[in-house]
């Protein structure tokens, strides 16, 4: 029954994505927008018995809901100003404070599906409360309709207000950098994957404001080279996340969990995991060089337009939005370099890190409790086993590690068919203009810079088999050679066994350089001396009372660092406050007197004819 519903779920998610895309009516297309947020809702309550996964399923509803209601105001202003349903006639809407404001709220409905801070909250609790599966099918393919919402509404309505332009360009910078931030210090793979998406939705939409700038000062160059960049955005964004949450829904399955795990996918119980899973392993570490943006990925290509998009400022005639674009681009610059940090922790622990020292003790202890109280990940996996995906997941993984490397390099063909895609926004001509020859790109403005993936493909395995070769001429057998030397310590506590980083130690500096953003926690507190049986570097958590713990033979300080949610704790926590205090309130009315409710009845009855009375 399990499996059938959350099949059912997959199937209306797709229809609702399969139905908003070929709507022709507005009301066909609200229709479909709220039969995704349904879909959305049942995905990730899927699991609604686990901790965490029913509030996420309600967050997600609720932003769904305020997504749907924007979007129905919007389309209902342009109706009743157009005086048809049809999508293709709303454009026809009279300029004017209706129109604007349409435009305004059809942008927001959009914004919020895709992430758009301060809306961006629902994405990382709705991608980790869903199910493996089900994680590639909401960030992979279906939150992308929010994006081909944004698309229509500027081929419908052209350039929004210059204010909602700066708007959008402030807060894509923002939402890029805000993902990327918390995606490098999160110590759960789900979550580390889930803020990434932020981070993409914020490069996209960045774009998308280079779009809306060109169609402001009505440069049709500036609006190609924007939405392409975007749009290949879209592209590497889809087929890498998809790729991600495919490969780590085994990857956290299998894990091994410890002493000090926190969670299903923590990225230290985590660690080397990804060695016995080959197939699933694999496709992690192309997600991750895919999103951190290196050459031979459509990561690269991607980023390498959007940046030569945000640098064609100097373009624009209009002082203010030349300082907006920059201040995106820095932003988006920042983002791409925090990118390869955030990535590089993903591979070095979970592909590459070899697993966790452990004692046998605390082995066998982990285990007695497993094999007494086993949790639904150990029922799927086995005891002491690891479980790859058969020959259908591996298919699968294979298709998208194709399409994060391929479409890199037939990157000239891939552009030719968005360019026509693209057409209804802008003249096919002008985007083709990205083509400077049949395998050579650049950003639409010709001699400004150019870029061939294509042959990056081709010289750059050249230039490694080169190396490969001198190398073994000049170095013989030595090259294969195999010495095992302790690793090296310097100063710090060591990098080997026992003492090898953790994911946190990995995340500090980018903690400690981001706090002003993170507002980071720290604290720094003793702890009782390990007893015999406890494993060296998992310290028993109680506190030692006195001030004299430390001086204490084998006792040892614990470090907790934490990050904030600066939305959710300056934002939402403060308007929930007000809006709880109100269903306190109503919460007593439901269980008054009959007598009572009557009276409220025959109150409100009174104040609507005499309201009536007046207004005639």
Same mark, same amino acid.
């Given at each position: 029954?399990?499996?059938?519903? *959350? ?27 709220? #039969?995704?947020?349904?879909? &959305?809702? *049942?995905?990730? @309550?899927?699991?609604? $018995? ?12 609720? &932003? ?18 157009? =005086? ?61 309709? $929010? ?6 509404? #500027? ?7 210059? /204010? ?42 960045? +774009? ?46 299998? =894990? ?36 951190? @943006?290196?050459? *031979?990925?459509? $990561? ?39 990118? $390869? ?96 020859? !049949? /395998? ?14 294509? /042959?990056? /493909? ?9 190396? *490969? ?6 170095? =013989? ?8 030397? !302790? ?38 507190? !003793? ?30 300080? =614990? ?18 406050? !007000?809006? #709880? ?17 009557? +009276? ?17």
């Amino acid at each position: 029954v399990g499996r059938r519903g *959350l099949g059912a779920g997959y199937a209306l998610t797709l229809g609702a994505v399969a139905v908003f895309l070929t709507a022709a009516d507005a009301f066909t297309a609200l229709l479909a927008w709220e #039969l995704l947020t349904v879909a &959305f809702y *049942l995905l990730v @309550g899927f699991e609604r $018995g686990r901790p965490g996964r029913g509030s996420g399923a309600l967050i997600t509803l609720a &932003f769904g809901r305020i997504s749907g209601a924007a979007l129905l105001v919007g389309l209902l202003l342009l109706a009743v100003r157009s =005086g048809s349903l049809s999508i293709a006639s709303l454009g026809q809407a009279p300029a004017g404070p209706a129109r604007e404001t349409a435009q305004a709220l059809l942008i927001a409905g959009f914004a919020i599906k895709v992430g758009l801070v301060p809306f961006q909250v629902w994405l990382p609790r709705g991608y980790a409360a869903a199910p493996g599966p089900a994680r590639a099918i909401m960030g992979g393919v279906a939150v992308n309709v $929010g994006f081909y919402g944004l698309w229509r509404a #500027l081929a419908l309505l052209g350039a929004p207000p210059a /204010w909602l332009i700066g708007l959008l360009l402030v807060l894509a910078g923002l939402t890029a950098l805000l993902g990327i931030a918390h995606a490098a210090v999160q110590p759960g793979l789900q979550r580390v994957i889930a803020y990434s998406s932020v981070e993409n939705s914020g490069l996209i939409l960045a +774009g998308y404001g280079v779009a809306l700038t060109g169609a402001a000062i009505a440069d049709e160059r500036l609006v190609a080279v924007g939405l392409l960049a975007a749009t290949l955005q879209i592209v590497a964004h889809t087929a890498a996340k998809s790729l991600l949450f495919t490969a780590s829904a085994v990857i956290s399955v299998n =894990g091994d969990r410890g002493p000090r795990d926190t969670g299903d996918d923590n990225l230290d119980a985590l660690r080397g995991s990804a060695r016995r899973l080959p197939w699933s392993g694999t496709g992690l570490a192309i997600g991750s060089l895919t999103l951190a @943006g290196l050459p *031979l990925t459509i $990561g690269f290509a991607s980023e390498w337009f959007l940046l030569e998009a945000l640098m064609q400022q100097f373009r624009v005639p209009v002082l203010g939005y030349r300082l907006l674009l920059a201040v995106a681009g820095a932003a988006v610059a920042l983002t791409v370099g925090f990118a $390869g940090v955030t990535f590089v922790r993903l591979i070095g622990l979970v592909v590459l890190g070899p697993p966790p020292v452990q004692a046998a003790q605390s082995v066998q202890a982990v285990r007695a409790v497993r094999a007494a109280q086993p949790d639904a990940s150990s029922e799927r996996a086995g005891p002491g086993r690891s479980r790859d995906y058969g020959w259908l997941g591996r298919a699968g993984i294979v298709g998208l590690c194709a399409a994060c490397l391929a479409t890199a390099g037939a990157l000239p063909l891939v552009i030719r068919v968005l360019a026509a895609g693209l057409s209804p926004v802008v003249p096919l001509a002008v985007t083709s203009g990205a083509l400077r020859s !049949p /395998w050579v790109v650049q950003p639409v403005f010709s001699g400004f810079s150019i870029l061939s993936p294509s /042959w990056l /493909w081709i010289v750059m395995p050249l230039l490694a088999l080169a190396v *490969l070769t001198v190398t073994r001429l000049l170095a =013989g057998t030595r090259m294969t050679r195999i010495r095992r030397v !302790p690793a090296w310590r310097s100063a710090s506590a060591g990098v080997d066994g026992a003492d090898c980083y953790t994911a946190t130690g990995f995340a500090n500096p980018t903690r400690r350089v981001l706090a002003a953003v993170l507002h980071t926690q720290s604290e720094v507190r !003793p702890l009782r001396p390990a007893p015999a049986a406890t494993v060296a570097g998992t310290p028993d958590s109680g506190p030692e009372p006195g001030p004299a713990a430390g001086s204490q033979p084998g006792a040892r300080l =614990g470090y907790t660092s934490d990050v904030i949610e600066v939305v959710e704790a300056y934002l939402y926590r403060p308007a929930l406050r !007000p809006v #709880l205090a109100v269903v306190r309130a109503a919460k007593r009315l439901q269980s008054g007197r009959l007598d009572a409710y009557l +009276g409220y009845m025959l109150i409100a009855l009174v104040a609507v004819l005499a309201l009536v009375t007046a207004l005639a």
